[in-house]
Every structure is written in structure tokens, then in C-alpha cells.
């Protein structure tokens, strides 16, 4: 229901607010006092369009705010949730799809001099959904249109307008005379409002999911040989984890070879001499342990653990005497292989350290394109059925609505003979529409048809009825 009505600098109103109670609410007075300017507001706000002529004399700009309530079932939050527009403070559309309860809802207020909307987080029992529809009109025609302080356009504002809003008048009903309602009227007569909206969106998600899966495929293929030949240089060099550092390590070695060579041995010479002070230190202590009390024996095993680190410098030392005589290294090897590995690391855009890694994701992405055959028949077949659980729903429910239609127009005709319409008669057609038409609300296109004159064809309500 409308709940209400802001008007700023339209015609004769400077401001006006308007709170709508439940039930049946009625505006009257005399003639000039603004009746029509209140269904000039309300229409602009519903997405009319937009005149100039409208913005009150002296004024800048002319604002109308309407906000309407609505139930979590009502068919504008569809309508939203198609165009990605949340409501209030930011909240997704999609919880609320199918009519599901959310206890968290948004309630939005009207606040402050502007008339802008403030979202405050709000819990409702009754399920209630606030939507504000909010549109400009500045004194040169320029008009700007939101909805939950969203940029729309005015063409929204009338869809939208449609389903939250009918407008009686003496030559029309909006509703039931605008064609794209009447498939929505027998749905929610028969009881089956919404049904198809879950089964078309799983179907056109994984549609998408293919398309996007195809391309993926399409640009996999291009860089296949890429790939290929990458994966085989990498094979063919076999880089190992921390190579760079001891091949560097190396080189350094191998660049001043007689130096070091000079210096463990004589390193080693000092340490492996007959005369080791250490052992000879030890020895003498040893011999009179017993006479020189427990100081002594710290001493003793303080130069017993020295001789123990000596020998293993010593061993230390031999292995690597051992390392520069026995390499087979040489400078020039040396200097190859870090230049391949650093050239490949280039190529890659990573370290040397990485190519390892890199040769492993580059093996995953060929593997994923030799397999890519296998995802896209996976999902065709998803795609296949997705299409089926859905075409066998929208079938039944084409059912449904022939059976339904006929009740309906049984029940019409029994209303017409009171209007003094005995001899006209109210046809609902229902047809299929081609695939690329079909959609959340299904595979047919239904009309409501009317016939006034006996031996006339029935034909469409908009244009029979004449108020």
C-alpha cells in the first residue's frame, strides 16, 4: 500500500506530507484546491513524464517522494532483485527471493530538510518491506529517479509502478488493461505465483557457468603450445630448490680454489699437529684429577669438550678440501647452469627458486586444457538438465493455466448477464511463446479477450472496453 506522499515545489505546493492510514482513505475539496496536483505528484513519482511546467514558480527543482509497503511476496521485490537494487541499508534482494521470511528487513525513514532517505536496520514481525521511490524535476526538465536512494530510470519507475499501484479512472484500469499483466493475474488465481522463478534462475546460472567455461577453454588453447614448450624446457633443466644459492656458493669457492685450499690445510695442519696443546692439556690434568678437587674437574671437561669441537672442525675441514678437490665442477659450468636457471626465472617472472613451483602450475594448466573436453560435456549436461527440470515445470504449468483459464472465463460469464452484457463473452487465449521469449514466468503468453457484440471475435480488453 502507499504509505505515504512527500511533495516539495510542485505547482502550488511548497510542501506537503501526506501519511496514509489502512483501508479506504479519501481526498476531497472544492475545486483548485489540489486534487489533481496530488495525482500529478504521484504519477511523476511513478515514472509520468516529466514537465516542467510542474516545478513550482520560483523554485529550483520540484521533489516527490512516495513510499509504499509491501509484503516479502509482493511481486516489485522480483522486480528489484532483476536489476541488483537492495533494499535500505544495502540489504541483498536475493535472501528474500521465493518468498522466503527474513526476520532482519530494512526500514527506511524520511528525514531532515531535503527529504533524503536515512536507512536504519529494523526488525518487523509482519514481514514488511519499505520501498521508496524518490524522483527530481529540476525547472529545466531535467529529471533524476531512485528507488532506495538507487539511480533508476524512468522506464523502472513504471514497471515498478505497475505492479505496486492501479489507477481507476473512468476509461482505465491499468492493471487489467495492460497486456503484460494478465499471465501474472491467472498465476496468482490458481495459486501458482512464482513458481518457475527458481528453475529459470539455475538454468541461466549454469548456462552463464558454460559460456564462461567455453571462453575459458577458447583462451586455454591459444597459449596450449605455449605451454607445451615451457614445460618441456623446465623438464629438461630439472631446477631444484635453493640450486641458485649453492651453485653461487660454489662458485665462490672454486674462484679463489688455491686460497681456500692454501688455508684449510693449514688450518687443518694447526689443528692436527703431534703437539696438540688441547689433548696435552688434558692429558695432565687428567693425571692429577684426583688431587685437584671439583674446580679441576670443570676444567677438565671444558678442555674435553674443546678436543671434541676441535675434531669436528677437523672433519668439517677435510669435507671441504674434499668438495673443492673432488668437484666436478668447473667456473664455466658453473656460470651455464645459473644463467639458464636466471633465464628461465625471467621468462617466468619469478625467482630461480621458484621455477619448481612454476613448473608444477604450468603442468596443472596444461593438464586442465587436455581435460577441458571432459568439463564442457559435464556441463552441457548440467545446462541439458537444468533446461528439462524446467521445461517440464513450465509445462505443467501451462496445464494448469489452460485448466484455470477456462474456470475463469466460466466464472466471468457468469458476472456479465447482471451488467446487461448477456451476450458478450470474456476469452482467456493462452499461446506459446518462441524460446527466446520464455523466462522466469514461463513458455506462454496469456491475453485476456473480450467480445460485446453477439457474432463478433473476441478481442483484446485493452481496446474492447470502453469504460
Given at each position: 500500500?502507499?504509505?505515504?506522499?512527500?511533495?516539495?515545489?510542485?505547482?502550488?505546493?511548497?510542501?506537503?506530507?501526506?501519511?496514509?492510514?489502512?483501508?479506504?482513505?479519501?481526498?476531497?475539496?472544492?475545486?483548485?484546491?489540489?486534487?489533481?496536483?496530488?495525482?500529478?505528484?504521484l504519477?511523476?513519482a511513478?515514472?509520468?513524464r516529466?514537465?516542467?511546467?510542474?516545478?513550482?514558480?520560483?523554485?529550483?527543482?520540484?521533489?516527490?517522494?512516495?513510499?509504499?509497503?509491501v509484503?516479502?511476496?509482493?511481486?516489485?521485490?522480483?522486480?528489484?532483485?532483476?536489476?541488483?537494487?537492495?533494499?535500505?541499508?544495502?540489504?541483498?534482494?536475493?535472501?528474500?527471493?521465493?518468498?522466503?521470511?527474513?526476520?532482519?528487513?530494512?526500514?527506511?525513514?524520511?528525514?531532515?530538510?531535503?527529504?533524503?532517505?536515512?536507512?536504519?536496520?529494523?526488525?518487523?514481525?509482519?514481514?514488511?518491506?519499505?520501498?521508496?521511490?524518490?524522483?527530481?524535476?529540476?525547472?529545466?526538465?531535467?529529471?533524476?529517479?531512485?528507488?532506495?536512494?538507487?539511480?533508476?530510470?524512468?522506464?523502472?519507475?513504471?514497471?515498478?509502478?505497475?505492479?505496486?499501484?492501479?489507477?481507476?479512472?473512468?476509461?482505465?484500469?491499468?492493471?487489467?488493461?495492460?497486456?503484460?499483466?494478465?499471465?501474472?493475474?491467472?498465476?496468482?488465481?490458481?495459486?501458482a505465483?512464482?513458481?518457475?522463478?527458481?528453475?529459470?534462475?539455475?538454468?541461466?546460472?549454469?548456462?552463464?557457468?558454460?559460456?564462461?567455461?567455453?571462453?575459458?577453454?577458447?583462451?586455454?588453447?591459444?597459449?596450449?603450445?605455449?605451454?607445451?614448450?615451457?614445460?618441456?624446457?623446465?623438464?629438461?633443466?630439472?631446477?631444484?630448490?635453493?640450486?641458485?644459492?649453492?651453485?653461487?656458493?660454489?662458485?665462490?669457492?672454486?674462484?679463489?680454489?688455491?686460497?681456500?685450499?692454501?688455508?684449510?690445510?693449514?688450518?687443518?695442519?694447526?689443528?692436527?699437529?703431534?703437539?696438540?696443546?688441547?689433548?696435552?692439556?688434558?692429558?695432565?690434568?687428567?693425571?692429577?684429577?684426583?688431587?685437584?678437587?671439583?674446580?679441576?674437574?670443570?676444567?677438565?671437561?671444558?678442555?674435553?669438550?674443546?678436543?671434541?669441537?676441535?675434531?669436528?672442525?677437523?672433519?668439517?675441514?677435510?669435507?671441504?678440501?674434499?668438495?673443492?678437490?673432488?668437484?666436478?665442477?668447473?667456473?664455466?659450468?658453473?656460470?651455464?647452469?645459473?644463467?639458464?636457471?636466471?633465464?628461465?626465472a625471467?621468462?617466468?617472472?619469478?625467482?630461480?627458486?621458484?621455477?619448481?613451483?612454476?613448473?608444477?602450475?604450468?603442468?596443472?594448466?596444461?593438464?586442465?586444457?587436455?581435460?577441458?573436453?571432459?568439463?564442457?560435456?559435464?556441463?552441457?549436461?548440467?545446462?541439458?538438465?537444468?533446461?528439462?527440470?524446467?521445461?517440464?515445470?513450465?509445462q505443467?504449468?501451462?496445464?494448469?493455466?489452460?485448466?484455470t483459464?477456462?474456470?475463469?472465463?466460466?466464472?466471468?460469464?457468469?458476472?456479465?448477464?447482471?451488467?446487461?452484457?448477456?451476450?458478450?463473452?470474456?476469452?482467456?487465449?493462452?499461446?506459446?511463446?518462441?524460446?527466446?521469449?520464455w523466462?522466469?514466468?514461463?513458455?506462454?503468453?496469456?491475453?485476456?479477450?473480450?467480445?460485446?457484440?453477439?457474432?463478433?471475435?473476441?478481442?483484446?480488453?485493452?481496446?474492447?472496453?470502453?469504460?
Amino acid at each position: 500500500m502507499l504509505a505515504s506522499l512527500r511533495i516539495q515545489n510542485v505547482v502550488l505546493i511548497e510542501s506537503l506530507n501526506i501519511e496514509f492510514q489502512p483501508g479506504l482513505c479519501a481526498l476531497t475539496g472544492e475545486t483548485g484546491a489540489g486534487k489533481s496536483i496530488l495525482l500529478d505528484s504521484l504519477g511523476l513519482a511513478l515514472g509520468a513524464r516529466a514537465d516542467s511546467a510542474l516545478v513550482r514558480k520560483g523554485a529550483d527543482q520540484a521533489t516527490v517522494i512516495a513510499v509504499f509497503e509491501v509484503p516479502l511476496s509482493h511481486p516489485s521485490l522480483l522486480i528489484l532483485h532483476n536489476v541488483n537494487i537492495g533494499i535500505g541499508d544495502g540489504m541483498a534482494l536475493s535472501s528474500l527471493r521465493g518468498g522466503e521470511a527474513n526476520e532482519a528487513i530494512q526500514k527506511t525513514e524520511i528525514t531532515g530538510d531535503s527529504g533524503s532517505p536515512r536507512c536504519l536496520l529494523a526488525a518487523r514481525d509482519d514481514q514488511i518491506i519499505e520501498i521508496i521511490i524518490r524522483r527530481t524535476l529540476s525547472s529545466d526538465g531535467r529529471s533524476k529517479a531512485y528507488i532506495n536512494d538507487q539511480p533508476v530510470s524512468a522506464g523502472l519507475l513504471r514497471e515498478i509502478a505497475q505492479s505496486l499501484i492501479e489507477i481507476h479512472g473512468q476509461f482505465d484500469t491499468q492493471g487489467l488493461l495492460n497486456p503484460s499483466t494478465h499471465r501474472k493475474m491467472l498465476d496468482d488465481y490458481a495459486g501458482a505465483g512464482g513458481a518457475l522463478t527458481g528453475l529459470w534462475d539455475d538454468w541461466q546460472e549454469k548456462k552463464m557457468a558454460l559460456v564462461d567455461l567455453k571462453s575459458t577453454a577458447e583462451a586455454s588453447r591459444a597459449e596450449e603450445d605455449f605451454l607445451r614448450t615451457a614445460l618441456e624446457d623446465l623438464d629438461a633443466l630439472e631446477p631444484k630448490a635453493g640450486e641458485e644459492d649453492d651453485l653461487a656458493a660454489l662458485r665462490e669457492r672454486l674462484m679463489h680454489r688455491e686460497q681456500v685450499m692454501e688455508g684449510l690445510n693449514a688450518a687443518y695442519e694447526a689443528l692436527s699437529g703431534e703437539n696438540d696443546p688441547v689433548r696435552s692439556a688434558w692429558a695432565t690434568l687428567e693425571r692429577i684429577a684426583d688431587k685437584i678437587g671439583p674446580q679441576g674437574h670443570e676444567a677438565i671437561g671444558a678442555l674435553d669438550r674443546a678436543s671434541s669441537e676441535i675434531a669436528e672442525a677437523l672433519s668439517e675441514i677435510q669435507r671441504l678440501s674434499a668438495d673443492l678437490e673432488q668437484s666436478e665442477h668447473d667456473l664455466q659450468t658453473i656460470d651455464d647452469r645459473l644463467f639458464d636457471l636466471r633465464a628461465q626465472a625471467r621468462k617466468h617472472v619469478c625467482s630461480v627458486n621458484d621455477l619448481p613451483a612454476k613448473r608444477e602450475e604450468l603442468a596443472g594448466r596444461l593438464n586442465a586444457i587436455e581435460h577441458a573436453d571432459e568439463a564442457l560435456a559435464e556441463a552441457v549436461k548440467q545446462v541439458e538438465a537444468a533446461r528439462g527440470s524446467y521445461i517440464n515445470a513450465a509445462q505443467k504449468l501451462s496445464d494448469l493455466r489452460t485448466k484455470t483459464a477456462r474456470r475463469l472465463d466460466d466464472l466471468v460469464a457468469k458476472e456479465l448477464p447482471p451488467l446487461k452484457l448477456e451476450k458478450a463473452r470474456f476469452v482467456t487465449r493462452i499461446e506459446p511463446l518462441g524460446e527466446s521469449e520464455w523466462g522466469p514466468g514461463g513458455i506462454d503468453r496469456v491475453r485476456f479477450l473480450v467480445a460485446t457484440n453477439p457474432g463478433s471475435d473476441p478481442g483484446p480488453l485493452e481496446k474492447i472496453a470502453s469504460g
